[in-house]
């Protein structure tokens, strides 16, 4: 019997021997779901992307769907108007939970699992407890401020989702709001200042934040420990590093406990603009918010070409994209977020093996004489090249010289013709290859610089 590990004792320095698994580094694209209480109302102003908003109105105008709650705790929000006119001032958000529990009878997850699969996604990250307090398993741990209840969902959504996940042969991973809950502290977030002095500090928040991490790895298992927003003090978390790296070998952690060791960084509607040595993990939605908001149209969603050539950015700096999906209280996705879903899975069915399994070149990124962008990845004695939003015919990429006798490929397929010219390199290209999003060559051997 595998003996129980104790590689890790809960210190920074034992914990800081930890790697990076090779399946993380590889898998390059994961799903993110956030799904709970707020997807009955799933009401936002589009305001416009994190960062993209002064954060002087960010909370008044809050484009993510899934802060709701907090939204119509400042009266004179655009969600407060509206959750007035739809449901009347005083009805209680908790009591959304009887339309999400009744609506999510109906959820078959394996229709999630196979979409996901289809899209290339290698895994999935699903809030088990957002900000709101609202977990989507039945936690044994209680709420001491929720002695009605009202707070856990009676169907394990967690557990029927890692289930039909892990059937698919995709990594599952779970999201915990750490930072924020609620259901403890329950003043309105109008500043960044509120965000510090609501988050819950107790010594029984603690222990209710770590009795319910403690319950998720021992009943799921979980790949990823996704942490939001930061983590009560009294927390303990290098004991419950420890303790998830000895049962879960395999298992990553975020840096959102805002602890000395995590093993990987997560911006958030950002990315950085060069290779980074330390992994690292892009999350946005396919438009402004997590939770799905029904009044998302086209104009505020990532159209397809750069939701593909955002992936291939992130891949070539040695990040993974974590790509939300917000999906409606009975587990249907709608349609816009289906076809982006759709667009990005075919472009990795045609393009995807310069992408899954690879790692940085020695550059990220160079440029064709016609100013077109070109995005590097290495794989075994394989160099690709990624020429984002390319014309057919003559590309010449600038700085690439290839070693004589070079073989040049559609991402596995036809051989592409290619010459050396003063600028570089230039590629013929056969016309509208691929349907749409970036070209992918290969080139073997790959240069050295
Ligand atoms: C930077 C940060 O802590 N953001 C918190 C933010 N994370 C997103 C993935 C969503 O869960 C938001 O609702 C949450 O506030």
Redesign the pocket.
Known sequence: PAAFAQKYSPDWTSLKAHTVPNWFEDAKFGI?I?WGLYSVPAWAPPSGE?GKVDMSRWFYQNA?A??YLNSIRLKDSPSYKHHVETYGADFDYYRFGQAFEQQNRAWKPQNWASLFKDAGARYVVL?TK??DGYTLWPSKVPNPKRPQGGINSPRDLVGDLTKAVRGAGLHMGL?Y?G??DWTFETRPIATMGDLRTTAPQTEEYARYADAHWRELIRLYQPSVLWN???YPKLGKPEALFADYYNAVPEGVINN?FSVEYSDFT?P?YAKYDKITPKKWES?RGLGFS??YNQVEGPEHVIAPEALIELLVDIVSKNGNLLL?IGPKPDGTISEIQLNRLNALGAWLKTNGDGIFGSRPWVRPSAKTTAGGDVRFTKKGDALYAFLLGRAAGPSTVVGLTLAPGSTVRLSGGRSVAWKKTGDGTTFELPANSPAAGPVALSITPAPAA
């Open positions: 993110f956030h994190l993510y899934e802060w809030t957002h900000h999201y709001s930072g924020l939001d927003i930061g959102r997560t958030e999350c997590f939770g939300n």
